[in-house]
């Protein structure tokens, strides 16, 4: 077995349906494990129909950390691949591609960005460890789509009292541990936030907010620091006024104050 998938999973069967597809297309021999968290929608059924296992949390004691831990205390691989259910692999060769980034016995961890740190296009691979981590905090490894050790998760499973960013804490654990996390645009999948609510950037920014506050010194982030962000900050938009216009940033930004407020 080359690799073990844990997907999390609530109200997603469409998104699950077809990434599951894709999944049968890798070259890869894999196994998936879905952790269903009270959905209502089939997602559950779906998994089982694909030939998935599934495992099921009730929505009350869900958290990122603690979905993750149960998906993978039940794998069989020594190579475990995060995804969420609507990041979809580009082709076949991925998740042999994913796999073989953990044969490094130093690589902890990896995932495929397309943007650096300064959310300019990744043209090459990275290998971040604690030295580059502590500049970049908020840039780095993600279980959205994303493969770490096994034999290193069973020795510190991923912490399930924070409301998000677990990936990155357990990342810079195991950096300041002496390994490092593979960064490597080769391993981008289509993972698109671009669409979502403002409710929902607005609720996903303040819970990463308040799960990086949890395990990283920060400054405190004050009104005038998000309305500055807002006004100074390029992003990934062509201009300033671009940026400025984009309603989904300033609920993002909205969002970000919020949990650390």
């Avoid at 980034?101 to 961890?109: F, G």
């Avoid at 050790?149 to 810079?172: I, K, N, Q, S, V």
């Avoid at 391993?187 to 403002?198: M, P, Q, T």
């Avoid at 998000?226 to 989904?248: C, F, K, M, N, V």
Wanted: hydrophobic share 45%.
């Amino acid at each position: 077995m080359r690799a073990s998938v844990v997907i999390r999973v609530r109200d997603e069967a469409a998104a699950l349906e077809r990434l599951l597809r894709e999944l049968a297309d890798q070259s890869a021999a894999h196994e998936v494990v879905v952790v269903d968290s009270g959905s209502r929608d089939g997602s559950a059924d779906v998994a089982r129909a694909a030939g998935a296992r599934v495992l099921e949390i009730p929505a009350r004691a869900f958290t990122f950390g603690r979905a993750l831990n149960l998906g993978a205390a039940a794998c069989v691989a020594e190579t475990i691949v995060a995804l969420s259910a609507h990041a979809y692999p580009r082709e076949a060769g991925w998740l042999e591609r994913m796999a073989a980034a953990l044969d490094d016995p130093q690589v902890a961890c990896t995932f495929g960005p397309s943007h650096d740190a300064a959310g300019q296009p990744l043209r090459a691979a990275i290998r971040q460890d604690a030295a580059l981590v502590a500049g970049q905090p908020f840039w780095g490894y993600s279980n959205g789509a994303g493969a770490f050790r096994a034999a290193l998760w069973r020795g510190r499973g991923f912490r399930e009292d924070l409301p998000g960013c677990e990936d990155r804490e357990w990342a810079l654990w195991a950096m300041q541990a002496g390994y490092v996390c593979l960064l490597d645009p080769a391993l981008a999948v289509d993972h698109d936030h671009s669409k979502d609510s403002l409710r929902q950037s607005f609720r996903r920014y303040a819970r990463e907010a308040r799960g990086d506050s949890a395990f990283v010194d920060l400054p405190p982030y004050r009104v005038r620091d998000a309305a500055g962000e807002w006004w100074t900050d390029q992003g990934w938009h062509r201009s300033r006024a671009r940026a400025r216009l984009d309603p989904r940033r300033a609920a993002r930004l909205a969002g970000k104050w919020w949990g650390r407020r």
